[in-house]
């Protein structure tokens, strides 16, 4: 599983790190933040403020065929799978695994897996979240 953070510095950059386990990423978080505040430091005065982009922890699907073979095979992980996953998360883990895809094509997809019933569509806080059906749990 990968853990990873993206910090986006108005007038500044990006700030990115990524580990592939849970102590490496508690050492480096440390660091990023770090390097947030000299950065934000040096250039204090100048106004806006710091956004943070994505946190979390994804799975490493490795090499697929496609791109429902993606979101099969992240929803399938037995730890990042377990809860019903939002559009929003999809995009991050695949992004995470170095899979692009923009938000339209992947709700189609998300909508055609639904109705091949490879994955079940609920609600979670308002939003439509993707999980694999019970049978394939």
Known sequence: MKYSISVQIPSIGTLEFEA???QAFANGLASI????KKALDLF???GGSEVVVGVGQYPNIGKVESYPDAIVKLLSDQEW???PRTL???????ANNAIHIAKE???STLT????????SRVKKDGHFA???PLQRR
């Open 20 to 22: 592939d386990n849970e």
């Open 88 to 94: 929003n998360e999809i995009q991050s883990a695949l």
């Open 112 to 119: 055609k897996l639904v109705r091949s019933n490879r994955l």
């Open 105 to 107: 094509a992947l709700g």
């Open 130 to 132: 993707y999980i694999l």
């Open 44 to 46: 204090a005065g100048q």
């Open 81 to 83: 799978g377990k809860q």
């Open 33 to 36: 933040f770090d390097l947030r």
